[in-house]
């Protein structure tokens, strides 16, 4: 079984900046494509950030300059730093990951149970 857990959430003003954290548990072999997403309320779930294991990220364009996702393989930990928040990045975020949980077996998709990120006055 693998297990994320997501932290960092809550409410912040416009202009201010959250950090989110991601970590994964249990019992795996190796972890591959991490990443963020996001959903807003009536709204369908859509990416925020990726990061593979060897470090290439790829971004939102809503949130390019202003989002920074990173990760610490050795803690099996994926982080996304949330900076020049707006109203519009509230959200649920939650932390997904591609894992592989034997040597030889396929690569399955887990998910967090979701953060709340709210940017409001």
């Known amino acids: 079984q693998v297990q994320l857990v997501e932290s960092g959430g809550g409410l912040v003003q416009p202009g201010g900046s959250l950090r989110l954290s991601c970590a994964a548990s249990?019992?795996?072999?190796?972890?591959?494509?991490m990443g963020w997403y996001r959903q807003a309320p009536g709204k369908q779930r859509d990416v925020v950030a990726t990061?593979?294991?060897?470090?290439?990220?790829n971004y939102a364009d809503s949130v390019k300059g202003r989002f920074t996702i990173s990760r610490d393989n050795a803690k099996n930990t994926v982080y996304l730093q949330m900076n020049s928040l707006k109203p519009e990045d509230t959200a649920v975020y939650y932390c997904?990951?591609?894992?592989?949980?034997?040597?030889?077996?396929?690569?399955?998709?887990?998910w967090g149970q979701g953060t709340q990120v709210t940017v409001s006055s």
């Open positions: 990061i593979t294991s060897d470090f290439s990220t």
């Open positions: 249990g019992s795996f072999f190796s972890i591959h494509v």
């Open positions: 997904n990951a591609h894992v592989r949980t034997t040597r030889w077996g396929t690569v399955n998709g887990y």
